[in-house]
Structure formats: structure tokens, C-alpha cells
């Protein structure tokens, strides 16, 4: 059972370069979401998932696209990436709420945006 | 829609208490309460549903104000274990339950 697998775990990007952040988890988690972390600014949501071909927008979506094919699978793609994207970035996943479950958080992928 | 937290940061002593607060503009659905060490990734602590409703967790425990909206964490008799950031996450009543916003987290360094 490995939970919530993210990668990579490290990932130098130069300005305008795309790319996808994976992630994968392997206990039939309908909600999934992606966070991003800053210094001093919290985990900001970017994008959630309630389930298989359902995805919606958080806090902070611009510049990311999502899609939700399977239920293990919520991969985070960066269109044209910009300095501003420099952050941790943060998977997680939770059962259908039943008003009893947190999230699970996978171990996180730090991107540099140069 | 933010939720804010207070303090910033706490520094205390091995056996002090402390106290986190987590308070929201919007009607909350749930609070949900997380701890993160450096480097690693927020670890769920506890999530709390209904008015007036309180967890514990070890020493730590937590309520829940439906009324105020407000949600407060208590670590008593603190550890040096307990040294980390404390996040709260918030489902507003109006949104998709799938939707958990955090607040800006509140730094607790327990020293010897």
C-alpha cells in the first residue's frame, strides 16, 4: 500500500516550458486535490477532484490544467511555466467524505521555475 | 474564504500549553486540523463536524464553535514532538464537500 506517490520530487523548469507533476494513489480515494505551498502563504488549492471525470477549480488555477481519467490517477499539468510557479507543490486524496476522513498527502514535488 | 489563524507562531516550553485558533468569514461544514514538519508533508490530526463538538488526539484535542465559525486547537502539556506548523482546512456549508481550503498555518517550536 503506498498511499500517495507524486513525481518527480525535484523538477528545474525553464520559463515557458511545460510539463506534467504525477500523481497516483492506491486506495480508491474519490476526492483528490492539488495544493501549493509558499513561504508564509499556506497550501492554497489549485484544483480538486470528486471523483473520475469531475474536476473543478480552487483558490489559485491560473496557468494549470487538471483531468481525472481513472480514480488513482489526478496528474497537474503547467501550460507555459513562469517564476511565479516556483513553489512545493502537494497532492492529496480522501475518501468520499463521510464526515470522518483527512486527507492523505503524498511527499511533494519542489519545481524551480528559472 | 481564506480561513485565518492566530497566532503566526508560538515558542514554547517542554510541559506549556498552547492554544490555535482557526476562524472563518463563511458557514463551515467541517474543520479539519493538519501538522507538518520541515521538509515533510501535512499529517491529518483530527477533523471536527458539529457545534461545540471536541476531539482529542493524544494530548492534542480540538473544538469546533458552529455559531462563530471559529475552531481552536489545544496542546497540552506540550513535547518537543509537537515542534512543527499547524494548519487548519476549512468545507465551507455552500461548497462542494471535496473543496478544503487551508489557512496560513501557525508555527509552534517547542524548546527544551
Known amino acids: 500500500n503506498a498511499g500517495v506517490t507524486q513525481t518527480p520530487k525535484f523538477q528545474v523548469l525553464k520559463t515557458g516550458q511545460s510539463m506534467t507533476l504525477q500523481c497516483a494513489q492506491d486506495?480508491?480515494?474519490?476526492?483528490m486535490s492539488w495544493y501549493r505551498q509558499d513561504p508564509g502563504m499556506g497550501l492554497r488549492l489549485i484544483h480538486y477532484?470528486?471523483?473520475?471525470?469531475?474536476?473543478d477549480q480552487g483558490e489559485v488555477p491560473n496557468g494549470y490544467n487538471v483531468s481525472r481519467s481513472t480514480t488513482e490517477d489526478f496528474p497537474l499539468r503547467l501550460l507555459s511555466a513562469a517564476p511565479s510557479q516556483t513553489s512545493v507543490y502537494f497532492c492529496?486524496?480522501?475518501?468520499?467524505?463521510?464526515?470522518?476522513?483527512?486527507?492523505?498527502f503524498g511527499s511533494g514535488t519542489r519545481l524551480t521555475v528559472v | 474564504q481564506q480561513p485565518v489563524q492566530s497566532p503566526q507562531a508560538v515558542i514554547l516550553r517542554e510541559g506549556e500549553d498552547a492554544v490555535i485558533n482557526c476562524s472563518s468569514s463563511?458557514?463551515?461544514?467541517?474543520v479539519h486540523w493538519y501538522r507538518q514538519k520541515h521538509g515533510e508533508a501535512p499529517v491529518f490530526l483530527m477533523i471536527?463536524?458539529?457545534?461545540?463538538e471536541q476531539k482529542g488526539h493524544e494530548k492534542i484535542s480540538a473544538s469546533f464553535n458552529e455559531k462563530k465559525q471559529q475552531s481552536s486547537l489545544y496542546l497540552t502539556a506540550s513535547q518537543l514532538s509537537y515542534s512543527g506548523t499547524y494548519f487548519c482546512g476549512t468545507r465551507i456549508r455552500s461548497s462542494n464537500t471535496g473543496k478544503l481550503i487551508f489557512g496560513q498555518g501557525t508555527t509552534l517550536q517547542v524548546k527544551p
Open positions: 463563511k458557514a463551515l461544514y467541517s
Open positions: 486506495m480508491n480515494h474519490e476526492y
Open positions: 477532484s470528486v471523483g473520475a471525470g469531475i474536476t
Open positions: 471536527l463536524l458539529k457545534g461545540g
Open positions: 492529496a486524496s480522501s475518501p468520499q467524505d463521510q464526515g470522518f476522513y483527512g486527507y492523505t
